[in-house]
C-alpha cells in the first residue's frame, strides 16, 4: 500500500487567482446551515417520509442555483447536472440517507454539505464545468443507490464518467493526542491526532489522489491531507476500505477516491444518537469543501 501525506508532494507552480477566489466564497455558516437542515434520522427504509423530505429538499437547492436536477432510479437518487452536459463528466457524490438511530450529521450530513457549497460555488464561477453532483440513497443499506447508479444510469444516459469523488463523513476532526485510531490490521501507520483529511484510491484512481494532494499543497498548504492508495485485493482481506459508495465505481474501473475523516476511527459519535451538528468541526469542514472546489475546477 501506498500511504502519501500532502506535505510529501512537491509544489508545482503558483495557485490560480480563479480558483483561490471560488475558494473564498465558501461560507463556514452556510455549510453549518445545511449541516443542521439535514441532520433528522432519515433512514431510506425506517424513516422514507424524512427520507424523501431530505431528497426533495436537495432538488430545491440545486435547482435554485440552476442545474437540471431528477430523482433518479429506483432508489432515489438525486441527480444534478449542468444546463450544458458534454460527453465526459466528474462526479461528486455523496450519500443523504443515515442509519435509523441517528441523526447523522457526520454520516452523512458533512458531506452533503461539502457537496452543495461545491455546487453553489461552481454554478457562479464555473457554471459551464462538466460536473455532474449525485446524493445517493440507500448507501447503509449495501449501497445499492450508488450502485443502480453506476450499472442503469450512467448506461441508460451513455455518461462516461473521467472521475469520482466520494465524500463519506468529512466533518470531524480533533487535534487531540490519540484521537486518531487505525482500523485493526491495516499495515500502515497514521498521525495519533485525528486532524488530517482521508483520501482513499486504488490502482486505478492512484493518479487522481495524487492530483488532489496537489491541489492541497498548492491552495491550501496548512491543511493536512494524507492519502492511501491500496493494493488490487486489499479491500477484500480489509472490509472497512470497502464500505461506501466508492465501491461501485471501482468496480466499474472507473478511477474514484473515496475523501473522509475515518469516521469511527476518529468519531465517536458514528452510527450514534450523539453524530449532532454541534460535534462537528466547521473549519475543517470549509477546508474539505475548499479543497474540493479547487479539485472540480482545475479538473484534477
Not at 461501485?248 to 472507473?254: A, E, L, Q, R, S
Request: aromatic share 8%.
Amino acid at each position: 500500500m501506498r500511504l502519501i501525506h500532502s506535505s510529501q508532494v512537491p509544489a508545482q507552480g503558483p495557485p490560480a487567482p480563479e480558483i483561490q477566489t471560488a475558494m473564498e466564497a465558501i461560507s463556514e455558516q452556510k455549510l453549518r446551515t445545511w449541516v443542521e437542515r439535514i441532520s433528522v434520522p432519515r433512514h431510506a427504509l425506517l424513516q422514507p417520509e424524512a427520507n424523501r423530505e431530505c431528497a426533495r429538499w436537495l432538488v430545491a437547492q440545486f435547482q435554485e442555483w440552476g442545474y437540471n436536477v431528477e430523482i433518479e432510479g429506483r432508489y432515489g437518487n438525486v441527480v444534478a447536472l449542468p444546463k450544458t452536459t458534454a460527453p465526459e463528466m466528474t462526479i461528486v457524490g455523496a450519500h443523504y440517507d443515515s442509519v435509523s438511530q441517528s441523526p447523522g450529521a457526520d454520516d452523512n450530513a458533512s458531506a452533503l454539505a461539502a457537496m452543495l457549497g461545491c455546487a453553489e460555488v461552481m454554478s457562479k464561477f464555473g457554471p459551464h464545468e462538466p460536473v455532474c453532483y449525485v446524493a445517493f440513497n440507500g448507501e447503509e443499506d449495501g449501497m445499492v443507490g450508488s450502485t443502480d447508479f453506476v450499472k442503469a444510469f450512467l448506461q441508460e444516459v451513455e455518461l462516461r464518467v473521467n472521475q469520482a469523488h466520494i465524500l463519506e463523513m468529512v466533518g470531524y476532526a480533533s487535534s487531540a493526542p490519540v484521537s486518531q485510531r487505525l482500523p485493526t490490521g491495516l499495515p500502515i501507520q497514521l498521525p495519533d491526532r485525528g486532524d488530517f483529511l482521508g483520501l482513499l484510491a486504488n490502482k486505478s484512481s492512484g493518479t487522481l489522489m495524487d492530483s488532489i494532494l496537489l491541489g492541497a499543497k498548492t491552495y491550501l498548504p496548512e491543511f493536512s491531507v494524507m492519502g492511501l492508495e491500496v493494493v488490487p485485493g486489499a479491500e477484500q482481506l480489509f472490509p472497512v476500505l470497502a464500505r461506501s459508495d466508492h465501491l461501485p465505481f471501482w468496480k466499474n474501473n472507473i478511477p474514484t477516491v473515496m475523501w473522509t475523516d475515518t469516521a469511527e476511527f476518529r468519531n465517536s459519535n458514528y452510527h450514534q444518537k450523539s453524530d449532532t451538528p454541534d460535534t462537528l468541526n466547521y473549519e475543517f469542514l470549509k477546508r474539505v469543501t475548499q479543497l474540493l472546489v479547487a479539485c472540480v475546477a482545475q479538473g484534477s
